[in-house]
């Protein structure tokens, strides 16, 4: 499984990270989501165990060093993850 994701679904992820760009500024900024969804790759749509549905938590902006955006620090959507999964 996906170390990242295997780490949201065991609820020790408490935050995905979204470069803070044009992009990102659209989808997130002045908007209220009620869900949000996480997918480990491409699943079948009825491949539940490679799906998280949770509640949309919001976002807070941060500044991160990560291997993942390269090795100088950069700022970030940080949205919220929560281990409580709707149905």
């Known amino acids: 499984m996906g170390e990242y994701f295997a780490a949201m679904k065991a609820g020790l992820k408490p935050f995905e990270y979204r470069l803070d760009n044009a992009y990102w500024r659209r989808r997130l900024i002045g908007r209220d989501y009620e869900q949000l969804v996480i997918t480990w790759g491409y699943p ?3 491949d539940m165990s490679r799906r ?3 509640p949309w938590l919001g ?3 941060q500044t991160i060093t990560h291997p993942h955006f390269g090795d100088k ?3 970030v959507f940080a949205i919220r993850i929560s281990d409580g999964v709707c149905e």
Request: net charge neutral; no cysteine; charged share 15%.
């Open 44 to 46: 079948a749509r009825s």
């Open 52 to 54: 998280l549905i949770l």
């Open 59 to 61: 976002y807070e902006m």
């Open 73 to 75: 620090p950069v700022n």
